[in-house]
């Protein structure tokens, strides 16, 4: 394991000029650990895996030792054949770690783009003719696009894998295993994971020629400035208290175990006066990207999701998240409460905990190797307004402009579900598009004349012209005396 050389400076890890004084007007001027641990020698072109919590600082950590590299190389750009590629676990975390690249590489006359499902692949194709220097993709689309002949990766200069346990968990490692065996032999590789368990492991083995490695503030050690309580309660006070933390200024995340349970929590939350959002599966991507961004702007104060957030999804401030329902693994413990205390901030972690929840939760925060204030509560309990501290604010329905879970799920009805089918149209976008078998809203209404039943259309009729059903019955027995005269012939 090499030795972390602080610096203090980006100025001193051997990055572009261009890309110093772009963090230098953002006002980043100070690296983290991971970062000033792992540039130096990922930019000396140094196979490298780093092992950090979630709100180390990764994304940086990979992003401009990716973009020095490149502007070094200096190679010209063709269609389909992207310079490198990032490869994440979800859609949100690709569109947020474009988001931290895209401004970047605009200083160094480079282009971006994002590949992942959910979303037509016109426009996908569209940025791939035009030729890039990084695609930020999640695996499964990518080797959609690989088969289908839309992505050549004989070109990659740099591949990253970010939050690669969790693309294990997925079970994405035999399309990253695909992906990374279509790039060229020698190509730099950067592997930032939180653990390497799950066949990570065999990545590295596999494809990491001689990697430095890199450990800092490991995923499994707790944050110094988050605090952990637990909070024993009725089951009947479960939404009271909800209510009661949520109406406090800040912004707050709830984690709840199942899809519909978000769903159904987050209504009662604006029905309560709390400006709420939901993010989970159920959603398509477009109204995903909708309601993440109403909570990163504030629009809302609370977001209500199920652990499709728990990793790589970073909104600025947030000071409470709350376990609604306890997770089963204390992995998924840390990695749901490392939405708060990022990069160096402080925040609190509240988990709730009833009766027959006792034995499992103990269990859960050993595991984790935490040390929770274990307090009995009720809605009306002084306590809470010292885990969220301030003023109450509950707001009439209709006095606040949050509609867009709701504007998500009526798009989402008229659109139909998103399908993730391969595309029918080539690189140069002849074709229709992806199949969208659910998609009704292109059908019109069915018109039909005639007898039957109201707004049915009439029933059909056998090949003797007579309709089946109660009115021909006896049409059913001559068909069946006819089959068997046909048989015995």
Known sequence: MAADRPTNSFAHLGLHSNLL?????????????IQEATIPDAVAGRDVLGRGRT???KTLSFSLPL???LAESNKRRQPFKPRSIILVPTR????QVNEVIMPLARSLKMFTTTIYGGVGYGGQISALRKGVDVVVACPGRLVDHIESGNVDLSAVEISVLDEADHMAELGFLQHVEKILSLTPQGTQRLLFSATLDRGIDRLVKNFLVDPVTHEVDSEQSPV???T????????DDRFGVLKNLCAAPGKTLIFTRTKHGAARLTEQLMKAGVPSVELHGNLSQSARARNLSAFSSG????????DIAARGIHVDDVSLVIHADPPEEHKAYLHRSGRTARAGASGTVVTLMTDKQRRSVRALTKSAGITPITTKVDPSDPFLAELAPGERVFREAGSFNVNVTEEAR???KRSGKPQHGKPRFDRNGRGDGPRSYGDKSKRGPRKFEGAGEPGRGPKPANRGGKPYGKTGGSAGKNRNQDRRQNQSR
């Open 92 to 95: 949100e975390l690709a569109n």
């Open 410 to 412: 009526s798009a989402d």
């Open 299 to 306: 629009r809302a104060d609370t977001l209500v999701a199920t």
């Open 67 to 69: 973009l020095t590299r």
């Open 224 to 226: 110094d400035a988050m």
């Open 55 to 57: 709100g180390s600082g």
């Open 228 to 235: 952990h309580h637990v909070l024993h309660i009725n089951q």
């Open 21 to 33: 004084a772009h963090l230098s007007a953002a006002g980043i001027t100070t690296p983290f650990p």
